[in-house]
């Protein structure tokens, strides 16, 4: 057992407490690779910002629990080697779907998770989600609960169609379950092709799609249920049409990827919710600076040479999200 306090991390209970109050939203990284990790302290250190690095199943596939773990541990002494003296950083399971996966990563250091039992009819979500909280709170780990499905794809989670969250059952889930935070459905969407074209209108000037807005008369029935109860947003990428079109010039194939339109996260990020979830657009990010550097220099060959502007890039887009979107710079 390795508890996440050793470790310098934070678990999101006055981190979410501040964001709520003070109309701003925490963002949530998804990382597996030690680029990722690096941009995102940067990005956070440059900015002031606390920072969710958050771990899926499938990055915990891909990379090894064990050595993302020491990731979140290095990158808490990496932002105090860039002079960042107390920094706020929690390592987060990003959909948990079992008792059992939450408390292998409450044991070895996470200092908050998710269980997402979304799929499963109210009453068992309920008991799961519960049965988590009893055994993360007696380690001072904070839980994250779903209601409500979202649509689209990210690594094992998989939807076709998104169902709304009911605003009538957030208290009683909220209370009998004890979690500290909960991810709604109010139109996000995992994953770059978060909406069809069917879904979407066009923009007649450039002809990129328009997709559908957020339902933010359900995320304010639900803060207005719930009142300065954090909420969370999942699929919030907004899939940035300058990245897809890099992409797409230098040999890439991902036409009309359309993700949600940062003037309704900030929208979002004012409210109640105080987490936003980002993964997409840092893969985009990724792979538009790794497909141009590429395809100018045909004749390099050593991977730091296209790392590193991928990593700047991530960063970049990092710093914006923070500065632009979230508004959680200059709060540590
Ligand atoms: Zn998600």
Avoid: W
Avoid at 296 to 312: C, I, S
């Amino acid at each position: 057992m390795i508890g996440y306090k050793e470790l310098g991390l934070v678990n999101t209970k006055d981190m979410f407490a501040k964001a709520v109050k003070g109309g701003y939203a925490i963002p949530a990284f998804n990382f597996n690779t030690m680029e990722q990790m690096q941009a995102i302290v940067q990005a956070a250190v440059e900015t002031k910002s606390p920072v969710i690095m958050q771990v899926s199943k499938g990055a915990r596939n891909y990379a090894n629990a064990t050595i993302l773990r020491y990731m979140a541990q290095g990158a808490v002494e990496y932002a105090k080697e860039l002079g960042c003296a107390n920094p706020q950083i929690v390592l987060h399971l990003d959909h948990g779907d079992s008792f059992e996966i939450c408390k292998d990563c409450i044991d070895m250091g996470f200092s908050s998770v998710m269980i997402d039992g979304s799929s499963l009819p109210y009453e068992e979500n309920i008991a799961l989600t519960k049965k988590v909280v009893e055994y993360a709170h007696a380690h001072d780990v904070s839980v994250e609960a779903e209601l409500g499905v979202l649509a689209g794809v990210e690594d094992e989670v998989v939807a076709e169609v998104s169902h709304y969250t009911k605003p009538e059952e957030v208290v009683d889930f909220a209370t009998r379950t004890g979690c500290d935070s909960l991810a709604i459905s109010i139109g996000t969407s995992h994953g770059a092709y978060k909406f069809k074209p069917e879904q979407c209108t066009r923009d007649p000037k450039t002809g990129k799609l328009v997709p559908p807005p957020l339902a933010f008369d359900i995320l304010y029935a639900i803060e207005e249920k719930l009142k300065g109860f954090p909420i969370v947003l999942h699929g919030a990428s907004s899939v940035p049409q300058d990245e897809v079109d890099t992409i797409n010039k230098f040999g890439g194939k991902i036409p009309d990827a359309v993700g949600i339109p940062e003037e309704q996260l900030r929208k979002a990020a004012k409210s109640a919710v105080c987490k936003i979830n980002i993964d997409s657009d840092s893969r985009l990010a990724m792979t538009a600076a790794i497909r141009k550097y590429m395809a100018e220099n045909p004749d390099h060959f050593d991977p730091r040479q296209y790392l590193k502007p991928a990593r700047d890039n991530m960063k970049k887009m990092y710093v914006h999200k923070i500065v632009n979107v979230l508004g959680s710079n200059d709060k540590l």
